[in-house]
């Protein structure tokens, strides 16, 4: 499955979708933050220990912030920071 999770808001959902759409990008599930109170960052950092549940393996994660690096790291899942 592909999962993508994504630091905007939920406001700006369709116009996301559209996009993802548009460049013939497929994927599984589209999380996006509700609160504009959290930083992205933070919100991928919870968000991504929510999706390691037993059983479920998380093969890599592509991110252009080189923040979230730190965090796949601390987490053990692979990363590449997209440029």
Known sequence: KIVILTGRENKYRRVTENWLK????Q????FMRND???GSTAYKKDKMKRLMIPGRKI???YDDNPWVQ???EE???PFTLIR
């Open 22 to 25: 548009s460049n013939w990008i």
């Open 70 to 72: 730190k965090i796949a």
């Open 36 to 38: 504009e109170h959290i």
């Open 75 to 77: 987490l053990n899942v």
């Open 27 to 30: 994927y599984d599930s589209l």
């Open 59 to 61: 093969q890599w994660w």
